[in-house]
């Protein structure tokens, strides 16, 4: 499950290192001795998870298939344009963010708003990225919140 996790993400153009180097920007105020391949680890063990793995799949097979023309309308239509009531994509994405906590909420919240890094290259690809962009922001706000729990934050 955790390969094709993976490959999915893989596959939508997603760069692991781009997101690591995020998590990094965002932990070394707060974890000065913090390393980008500790990051990367906290990211994979994020990744690990059964919970994480199943939001990732429903919700890149769900941009896939609003790609494709394959979602019955009125929902592909929704999801190809991603309208701003819609929220089941933020939702989807609260999944992997509540494992770990208020934390992973908090940054998740600025994730979605500032769209740092990797997230801003997700926009105008060309792609249905509805889901996609906002469980890489929550994949994000989870590594940053489990490295903030083994730090004692």
Do not use: W
């Amino acid at each position: 499950m955790q390969n094709m996790a993976l490959e999915m993400l893989l596959d939508r153009g997603v760069d692991l290192e781009e997101m690591a180097s995020l998590v990094f920007e965002l932990q070394r105020p707060y974890n000065p001795g913090l390393s980008l391949e500790s990051c990367r680890g906290a990211l994979e063990a994020v990744l690990r998870k059964r919970e994480v793995q199943y939001a990732v799949i429903t919700g890149v097979t769900l941009d896939r298939m609003a790609e494709r023309g394959d979602l019955d309308e009125p929902l592909g239509s929704i999801v190809r344009e991603d309208h701003r009531l819609f929220a089941m994509d933020e939702v989807l994405a609260l999944a992997i963010v509540n494992i770990y906590g208020s934390i992973g909420l908090s940054n998740f919240g600025y994730l979605g708003e500032e769209r740092p890094g990797c997230l801003a290259r997700l926009r105008g690809q060309g792609r249905v990225n509805t889901f996609l962009d906002d469980l890489i922001a929550a994949l994000v706000a989870a590594t940053c919140a489990r490295i903030a729990h083994n730090n004692g934050a």
